[in-house]
Nanobody, 125 residues
C-alpha cells in the first residue's frame, strides 16, 4: 500500500486545516488507518485512528474535541480535520495503515505497517 499525505501548511493559532491521505494498492476498505505526528526534537506520537469501516475512531487525549478522523472508502482517502490549532500542534503529520487487518482500532506505532511521507503543519502564535 502506498500512502500520500497532503494538506499541511502554515496557519495562525485558532485556524483549521484538513489533511488528506490517498492510498493505492490493496483494497482500501479492508484495513484500519491512522494519523501520527512528530514535532521537532520529539518522538512520533499517535493522533487518531479509524477502523476499516469507519465505525470506530480513537483519539489521543491531547487532540480530543479538536481533531476528527474520517475516511471515504469510495475515494481511497482518509482525512484529519484539525480545528482550533495551537502552536503545539506544529509537527510533521503522517498517515499510516494496518494493511494486515489485524487491528480494528490500532493505536500504537507498531500496529501499523505502511506509512506515508508526512505533511508539515506549522501553527504560528
Amino acid at each position: 500500500v502506498q500512502l500520500q499525505a497532503c494538506g499541511g501548511g502554515l496557519v495562525q493559532a485558532g485556524g483549521s486545516l484538513r489533511l488528506s491521505c490517498a492510498a493505492s494498492g490493496r483494497t482500501f476498505s479492508s484495513y484500519a488507518l491512522g494519523w501520527f505526528r512528530q514535532a521537532p526534537g520529539k518522538e512520533r506520537e499517535f493522533v487518531a485512528s479509524i477502523s476499516w469501516n469507519g465505525g470506530s475512531t480513537y483519539y489521543a487525549d491531547s487532540v480530543k474535541g479538536r481533531f476528527t478522523i474520517s475516511r471515504d472508502n469510495a475515494k481511497n482517502t482518509v482525512y484529519l480535520q484539525i480545528n482550533s490549532l495551537k502552536p503545539e500542534d506544529t509537527a510533521v503529520y503522517y498517515c499510516a495503515a494496518d494493511v494486515s487487518g489485524r487491528y480494528y482500532n490500532p493505536r500504537k506505532e507498531g500496529d501499523f505497517n505502511s506509512w506515508g511521507q508526512g505533511t508539515q503543519v506549522t501553527v504560528s502564535s
